[in-house]
């Protein structure tokens, strides 16, 4: 079947980093990275293929920054990859980013997306079930199991305090896929080497008939201020080297456990 | 056209803790001039759960009868669409959850509706609603707005907001049928509770917890000789879990337990908002700590910006 795995390269911020004097991040403060979500998905997607004729299809809206993490999809399996790409995407919300996904999505007919459940930046948890929104697919947030049986999915929801939740879904649908699911594999360097063969699409919003405004539309909030939050309320930082600090921890807790 | 609406969430024909908060902060948008809240159960529960929303300051309750006992995602989004478009609230509340997770976005997405999930923060004011979530992993706080929206759907972080209280003694209940029927696009087919494990983490006074500081199956093993040593019992961030080096009874967080220790000593785990649901309550925290940044130190009474493993050796030997 073809599969379509939309997936996020995000930014995790320095140990050391302080925003502008403008209040944006600088640019030399982000390291790169595959949204760990979607390493599980992008693995549950090779795993319902395996041994099957279908497609996995990786997708991102994602500057030339992403491109990188965009091949290491292809060296673990993908067939095919697309990146989506105008300026007036940076800073896009879940809505309008699944706007330009759903545009893809048709263009592609996939009979299953499966999305992360959330990316490990924004923590929006939305764009996957917005895109089944936009689609109007069946869709299953937070998944820890799928078993497939021609068009129909047993699928295992997970629920608050590791309550699971059994359901079943037909195809086409959309599914967004949690941590744990599968053990994501790792790309030999053979198939890194490989993957430079394999396709890789770059489009604007203009390939999909889509432009800046009417992603724009889509757009469910605007982000008027980034700031940094209080630290006042924030922790008693203990000094010194290991030594000291364990000699702290360890009064501390004395402390805490006699009282 | 106006006004708050409150999605109450129930499971198992309970309400959850989180709908009184959804309403605790209804009610402070409502003072602040968002109009009237009414708060809306959907389910085979609703009628018999509507006396515990009706709680002051709540104009009135939606009851609205579905086809199946259980939730069901988009059953719940059919009739929240359908409620939308006949009383165009100016703001729909929701908790930051799973099943949440599940409806909020696609209704948001396809009526075109404002949106903003893990909520930590809202206020009313000329423009209508503000938010407040977290950004860049925690390590920042964006504020938003929605300009040109009617209808702003937000999610709001479990534990963030007060809740609400006092019963309300002019709350009106009223009863919605809506077309609900063929709009399930998923068949339930049972729940299942997690395994009972070795150990029950929610006795413990003294929890040691470990998270993905630990990047080697093979150092566990000095945790768990480090937390003996101290009196404490070990448990783990969800990473660990899901690596298998640690059991899912030991999970501690939003999808795995819920602790309240005397003290909580964290070493190596960020703070992500799902570790925090499972031990922000915790009397004691202690958080170790190689990045001065990790959310963890925000909860934290106490924080450590070390390695983990030189303050483990430290501890183990004083504590030998
Ligand atoms: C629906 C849902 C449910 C979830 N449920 C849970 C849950 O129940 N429990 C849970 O924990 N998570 C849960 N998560 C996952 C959660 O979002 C985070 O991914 C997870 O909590 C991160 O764990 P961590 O802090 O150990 O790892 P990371 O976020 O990777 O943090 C590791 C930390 O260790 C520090 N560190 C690294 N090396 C060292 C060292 N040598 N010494 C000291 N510090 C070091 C780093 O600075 C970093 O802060 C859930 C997620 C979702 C979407
Ligand atoms: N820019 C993007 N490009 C492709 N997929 C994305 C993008 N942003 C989010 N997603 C998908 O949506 C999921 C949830 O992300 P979020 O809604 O941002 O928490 C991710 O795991 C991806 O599957």
Redesign the pocket.
């Known amino acids: 079947m073809k599969i379509l795995v939309p997936v996020k390269v995000v930014a995790s911020l320095d140990?050391d980093f302080a925003l502008s004097d403008d209040a944006t991040v600088p640019a030399d403060a982000v390291e790169w990275q595959l949204n760990?979500?979607d390493t599980f998905s992008l693995e549950a997607a090779l795993q319902l293929n395996e041994g099957e004729d279908g497609e996995v299809v990786a997708v991102t809206v994602g500057d030339e920054q992403a491109e990188q993490q965009l091949r290491s999809c292809l060296a673990k399996g993908a067939d095919r990859a697309i990146r989506v790409w105008d300026d007036s995407l940076r800073g896009a919300d879940a809505l309008a980013i699944a706007s330009v996904l759903a545009a893809v999505a048709r263009a592609e007919q996939p009979e299953l997306i499966l999305c992360g459940?959330?990316s490990?930046d924004a923590?929006e948890?939305a764009t996957g079930v917005a895109l089944a929104g936009l689609l109007d697919l069946a869709h299953v947030a937070?998944v820890t199991g799928i078993e497939r049986a021609g068009e129909r999915l047993t699928v295992q929801r997970?629920l608050e305090g590791?309550v699971v939740e059994l359901l079943g879904v037909s195809l086409p649908c959309l599914l967004t896929v949690?941590?744990g699911i599968n053990e994501p594999r790792y790309a030999s360097l053979r198939a890194i080497k490989q993957a430079s063969a394999k396709p890789l699409d770059v489009s604007g919003l203009e390939q999909l008939g889509l432009d800046a405004a009417s992603v724009g539309a889509h757009a469910g909030s605007r982000t008027l201020r980034l700031k940094e939050p209080a630290k006042g309320a924030g922790a008693t930082m203990l000094d010194g080297g290991p030594p000291e600090i364990a000699t702290r921890i360890a009064a501390i807790v004395r402390e805490s456990m006699s009282a | 056209m106006s006004g708050v609406l409150v999605v109450a969430e129930a499971r198992r024909g309970e309400l959850r803790a989180v709908s009184l908060e959804l309403i605790g902060a209804a009610r402070a948008l409502s003072e602040q001039g968002a109009g009237p809240v009414s708060v809306v159960l959907i389910g085979a529960d609703a009628e018999a759960l509507a006396p515990q929303v009706a709680l002051a300051g709540v104009q009135d309750v939606l009851v609205v009868p579905a086809p199946q006992p259980q939730f069901e995602a988009h059953v719940t989004q059919a009739a929240l669409e359908a409620l939308v478009q006949r009383r165009s609230p100016s703001v729909v509340l929701a908790g930051h959850t799973?099943d949440s997770?599940g409806f909020a976005p696609a209704l948001a997405a396809r009526a075109g509706l404002g949106f903003a999930s893990n909520v930590t923060g809202a206020s009313w004011g000329e423009q209508g609603v503000l938010a407040q979530r977290g950004a860049y992993?925690e390590k920042l706080i964006a504020e938003l707005d929605f300009p040109g929206k009617d209808t702003v759907v937000l999610l709001l972080r479990p534990g963030a907001f007060a809740p609400a209280e006092g019963v309300g003694g002019e709350t009106g209940v009223e009863r919605v049928e809506l077309d609900l029927a063929g709009s399930a696009r998923t068949e339930h087919l049972e729940l299942r509770d997690p395994p009972t494990g070795d150990v029950d983490i929610t006795k413990a006074d003294f929890l040691v917890a470990?998270?993905?500081?630990?990047?080697d199956e093979g150092q566990i093993a000095e945790l768990e000789q480090l937390a003996d040593a101290m009196g404490a019992t070990l448990c783990?961030?969800?990473?660990?879990?899901d690596a298998g080096w640690i059991s899912a009874a030991r999970?501690?967080?939003?999808?795995?337990?819920t602790v309240t220790p005397k003290v909580y000593l964290a070493?190596?785990?960020?703070?992500?908002?799902?570790?925090l649901?499972?031990m922000a309550k915790a009397q004691t925290i202690i958080a170790?700590?190689?990045?001065h940044e990790?959310p963890?130190f925000g909860v934290a009474q106490y924080g450590a910006v070390?390695?983990?493993?030189e303050?483990a050796a430290e501890l183990e030997r004083q504590f030998r």
């Open positions: 140990e760990e979500w459940v959330q490990s923590v948890s937070v997970e590791g949690q941590t | 799973i997770l992993g470990i998270g993905r500081g630990v990047d783990a961030s969800r990473p660990l879990v999970q501690v967080g939003q999808s795995g337990k070493l190596g785990i960020s703070g992500a908002v799902q570790h649901a499972g170790v700590n190689s990045d990790a963890i070390a390695d983990m493993f303050v």
